[in-house]
């Protein structure tokens, strides 16, 4: 295929924008950085992977790039004894274990080691619940986040425990990481404990890949311009793709992913989240509400599974070795990898069938949306049928590629080829791109709710999936075995080939 061209927005190009919604320069002389506000960032679960993998690199690239607004403070708890200066260095330590071009300097990191701070919590202990209060109360800061980086069993006990030590107050915020529950009773009474202490506008559930700003510029080229809404129906899309595929395997959490799975740990949230994205309806306004009752409407529509249909429009499958991964129970039945295929059940979408696939140990690491548009009415170029189709990629690149066809030099009718425009937001956006963590951090201190998951939203995914759940229970053939740096089992292959249709890799 010929390279693709890039293109790069000038002052007037006005195709995609960049929806970041952080303050930066922009009209000149005019100053447009974060102002000075007082709040407190507490992370639960200080010490463990998420916090120093994610969350503190993507707080450190908010406060190198001046997103983060000064006057606040970090404050990581957790069970064991440590200084300030203990966890500062702790936190030091771990920053080797970053990509290069985001670790900070040594002049750097004690600018930003000034924010860090430690407190020691038993969570079960109601006493150390009125000592964080106190150390919030004492500064009296505008806006308190709460980020639950903890296991998600802890979720219940620590969010009773803050409202019983009336740590809720209208300027409390908590944030809660997936995955929430385990099923649908386990994820409504998650939800029925925190809604107890915190109000709807105050509970963000968190799903990082809200945060890619691939997906935000999703929501810019749907509803910020007029070029592709007229196409965004069935007459014209034969179908939408999916795919959040990892080379890597388990690793060394394979006690955790063996209680979770692949439905539970990708399908339920953030492949369903990309579709809903895809599939919504026009907000009327561009609201947070109004956004997630359109997601809403669409996790309703989606068609129903039976016992039936998850026989032929499920896959299941298990990467061969994962049984001999650390930490695996003998003769597991858990699924590494996922395909299947649904409908959205109204007038926009009726027929179109939307695949969503992801699995561990693929053949690359890449996360994607394929929409495919149907053929021209009538061919007047023999010989060719392919398709235009939009990419929208996620991982490990962000852009938008438009594939077309074109007339190669003057050979005629014969001559066309595949083209494809490529819009590269890395490049585009270069002094504006921040990370997923990194936005939805900084939204979380500003009250942005726009990217959050309400908890209807939540409970419908759950309650989408069960079904699937349900048969897997009742299914004694357990997962199809595919070889590592695979595409997953032959079967997702004749699942998307029953309808005509291929996989992107395969088109």
């Not at 079904?467 to 009742?474: H, N, T």
Request: charged share 25%; hydrophobic share 40%.
């Amino acid at each position: 295929m010929p390279s693709a061209r890039r293109l790069t927005p000038g002052r007037n190009f006005g195709i995609i924008s960049d929806v970041t919604g952080l303050h930066h320069t922009g009209i000149a002389g005019l100053d447009t950085r974060p102002r000075t506000m007082a709040f407190d960032l507490v992370l639960f679960g200080g010490t463990g992977d998420l916090t120093w993998r994610k969350l503190m690199p993507a707080l450190f690239q908010a406060f190198r790039h001046g997103k983060l607004p000064p006057g606040g403070r970090i404050l990581a708890v957790a069970r064991d004894e440590r200084s300030d200066d203990d966890y500062r260095t702790f936190i030091r330590e771990r920053f080797v274990e970053v990509e290069e071009a985001k670790r900070p300097t040594d002049d750097e990191f004690a600018r930003f080691a000034e924010l860090l701070h430690y407190r020691r919590m038993d969570l079960s202990q109601p006493e150390h619940y009125a000592g964080l209060r106190q150390w919030l109360d004492a500064r009296g800061a505008k806006t308190a986040v709460l980020f639950l980086a903890t296991s998600p069993h802890l979720f219940t006990q620590i969010c009773a425990q803050l409202g019983q030590a009336g740590i809720n107050g209208p300027n409390v915020r908590v944030v809660l990481e997936k995955p929430l529950g385990h099923d649908l009773a386990s994820a409504q009474e998650i939800n029925r404990v925190v809604s107890a202490s915190f109000p709807e506008n105050q509970a963000l559930r968190i799903d990082h890949y809200l945060g890619k700003p691939a997906v935000q510029n999703l929501m810019a080229l749907r509803f910020g311009n007029a070029l592709f809404e007229p196409l965004w129906r069935r007459e014209s899309i034969a179908n939408i793709q999916i795919t959040l595929a990892e080379a890597i395997g388990v690793g060394t959490r394979g006690d955790f992913y063996d209680r979770t799975g692949a439905l539970r740990d990708m399908v339920q949230n953030h492949a369903l989240q990309l579709l809903t994205m895809i599939a919504m309806e026009p907000p009327a306004v561009n609201d947070a509400d109004a956004i997630r009752d359109e997601k809403l409407k669409v996790l309703r529509s989606l068609k129903p599974f039976t016992p039936e249909s998850v026989a032929r429009d499920v896959v299941r499958g298990q990467y061969k070795g994962y049984l001999d991964e650390a930490k695996v129970p003998a003769g597991s039945a858990c699924e590494t990898f996922v395909a299947l295929r649904t409908e959205v059940q109204n007038w926009r979408w009726a027929g179109v069938p939307f695949y969503l696939r992801t699995g561990k140990k693929l053949a690359s690491r890449e996360a994607h949306i394929v929409v495919n548009f149907r053929e021209v009415p009538h061919p007047i170029f023999p010989g060719t049928s392919r398709p235009n189709k939009l990419v929208i990629k996620l991982q490990p690149e962000d852009g938008l590629e438009l594939h077309l066809l074109a007339a190669k030099g003057t050979g005629g009718a014969e001559s066309l080829v595949p083209v494809s425009l490529d819009l590269d937001f890395d490049k585009a956006f270069a002094e504006n791109r921040i990370g997923a963590y990194e936005r939805l951090l900084m939204d979380a201190i500003a009250g942005r709710l726009n990217l959050f998951v309400r908890s209807d939203e939540q409970e419908q995914a759950w309650r989408w999936v069960e079904p699937v759940l349900e048969a897997w229970r009742q299914d004694t053939t357990g997962p199809r075995p595919y070889a590592a740096g695979t595409w997953g089992p032959a079967a997702a292959s004749a699942l998307i080939a029953r309808d005509g249709c291929a996989w992107a890799e395969e088109q």
